[in-house]
């Protein structure tokens, strides 16, 4: 994660990959959607509803780890409540330790006994204290507490290649080595898995303002000599490389990394690049996570649709180098970045989440399985008490937001199969923004059953959308609907569940649905056949 970012140039106003969506129909008229279920698209990875968790602010510090002599329910350390509502949504991949604290970070720091580990100044984010009380065990730890996989982004921009090298070693070595041996002395023998390697982070900016050329010459020996140790990771399981890739719309990193990757010999590869995008509509961020007008919903709405352009044109240019779409677009930064709480540290980039999250949430995830070709794989800035997080805590309060809905509404979207859906989409309109009225998508789950989620964009005005499935007869709906009052509605630790989920069913005639969806709503419904 970067402290600065520029504005980005283009703000695009349809899904381009969405080729039904029109411009001129009736805000009122009902949406015709065709479902076309006899030719299914590429595979929804699961991966692309990753996390991430950096050292910043209280996203680590009394949002995941509490110290093992809390009063604080935990598991060694570890908070029971926060990982029981992790499992809840299947995490699949957590992104640690960050972010620009991971170019800074030296593992050393954070192994061993409590009493011998160093404190230093978290220089990135608010200039606190790092007590590196969470290090790489306690991390292990977690990522197996939630049932998920380790993603480590190494640190290329104040390291060096021996650094990262040597904790590779001490995560996967054999226990009979020095390394592995140390690794046990601290309480775990067997080698970790480390299924994602981050090689560096955002190395046009924060870690090391270096030119394209600059970081693929550096990241090269990084590629070669951070070596996976663990014998079980082998075939599927084989750790996955993830170069730093472009920011936002610059291509100048991407037609570098993967000119490199196309030239690349036996002595060293890649298997991801990263992109990161926020939604931010300016810079710096100023948009309020609370009480805030429709006005602001839309313009950031809006904002949020640039990611569709952005993938487009990043994959084009990977395309040219990578036709055979071996090396994913991993989007391991995006979300809603907004001006910080009041009255709280503004180097802990702390903000409520409110309905409007959970629409561009939806919208952003709907854009990604669209990709699904080129996008495998992405994680939301951030987990816990930091930009669009899944769940904010205070001491031992807990409340689960809105975009923490969204993505278990989600849930059967995980490694489903893409569906093609057409529809006219209409327009919504507020002062000088249009958009569209609704998003939608349609899969196939891994069991076979069909899905479709409807997000209405429209915060005043219900769409009804009437879809029709080819050749199958349809016998009932049934889902979830999320939806509030007003899009600036926020879950508090006073009302946990103003923005919460609720059932929601629909008839079926012959080979078509009507679904009912409110205004500002999101939707997610199994269709039975």
């Known amino acids: 994660m970067q402290r600065s970012r520029p504005l980005t140039a283009a703000l695009l106003l349809l899904l381009a990959s969405a080729a039904p969506i029109a411009a001129h129909a009736q805000s009122n008229a009902p949406v015709a959607m065709t479902i076309d279920a006899g030719k299914p698209g590429p595979k929804i990875d699961r991966n692309i509803f990753g996390q991430f968790a950096e050292h910043l ?4 510090y009394g949002g995941v780890w509490v110290g093992k002599d809390s009063p604080i329910p935990n598991v060694r350390g570890i908070r029971k409540d926060v990982v029981a509502a992790l499992r809840a949504i299947r995490v699949p991949n957590v992104r640690w330790p960050g972010g620009c604290f991971a170019d800074e970070y030296h593992w050393r720091h954070g192994i061993g006994p409590a ?4 404190n230093t100044i978290n220089s990135n984010w608010g200039d606190s204290v790092e007590p590196n009380s969470f290090g790489t065990d306690e991390f292990f730890d977690f ?11 190494v640190n290329v921009g104040s390291g060096t290649v021996q650094e990262a090298a040597d904790w590779m070693a001490y995560m996967t070595a054999d226990p009979t080595t020095t390394a592995g041996k140390e690794r046990a002395a601290n309480g775990h023998p067997a080698p970790y898995k480390v299924k994602y390697l981050g090689i560096g982070n955002e190395a046009w900016g924060c870690g090391g303002s270096m030119t394209p050329d600059h970081y693929v010459d550096t990241m090269k020996p990084f590629a070669r000599f951070t070596r996976n140790f663990n014998p079980a990771q082998t075939g599927a399981e084989t750790m996955q490389r993830i170069a730093v890739g472009p920011d936002g719309e610059d291509t100048g990193y991407t037609e570098a990394v993967m000119k490199a990757y196309k030239g690349h010999n036996w002595a060293w590869s890649i298997e991801g690049l ?18 805030f007008d429709e006005g602001a919903y839309a313009r950031l709405v809006k904002a949020t649709y640039a990611m569709d352009g952005m993938i487009t044109k990043h994959s084009a240019i990977m395309d040219k180098y990578d036709p055979e779409k071996k090396v994913p677009l991993v989007v391991d930064e995006w979300g809603v970045w907004l001006k910080p709480t009041a009255g709280t540290n503004p180097g802990f980039l702390q903000q409520q989440n409110s309905m409007r999250d959970a629409i561009i949430a939806a919208v952003n995830v709907n854009i990604f ?12 800035a951030q987990m816990i008490n930091v930009l669009q997080a899944m769940i904010l805590t205070d001491k031992d309060k807990m409340v689960l937001t809105p975009t923490y809905h969204v993505f278990k509404m989600y849930l059967p979207f995980q490694d489903a199969t893409f569906v093609p859906a057409t529809f006219d ?3 919504y309109k507020e002062g000088d923004v249009t958009l569209p009225r609704i998003d939608a998508i349609a899969a196939r789950d891994t069991g076979g059953k069909l899905w479709i989620a409807v997000t209405n964009l429209d915060p005043r005005n219900p769409a009804q959308v009437r879809a029709s499935v080819a050749g199958v007869k349809l016998r009932s709906v049934s889902g979830q609907l999320l939806t509030a009052p007003r899009v600036d509605s926020v879950n508090s630790f006073a009302a946990p ?17 009507t679904l009912e969806v409110p205004a500002k709503s999101v939707l997610v419904v199994q269709v039975e056949s």
């Open 369 to 380: 399985a669209r990709h699904a070709d080129r996008v495998r794989m992405t994680n939301i």
């Open 497 to 513: 569940n103003a923005v919460a989920p609720k059932p929601y069913s629909a008839k079926a005639s012959g080979d078509g649905i």
């Open 115 to 118: 009493e011998k580990r160093h």
């Open 425 to 427: 989409a209409g327009t």
């Open 57 to 60: 602010g209280t996203g680590i």
């Open 143 to 153: 990522v197996d507490q939630i049932g998920s996989e380790a993603y480590v982004s």
């Open 274 to 291: 990263s992109l990161h995008s926020y939604t931010t509509a300016g810079w710096p961020p100023s948009y309020a996570s609370e009480n």
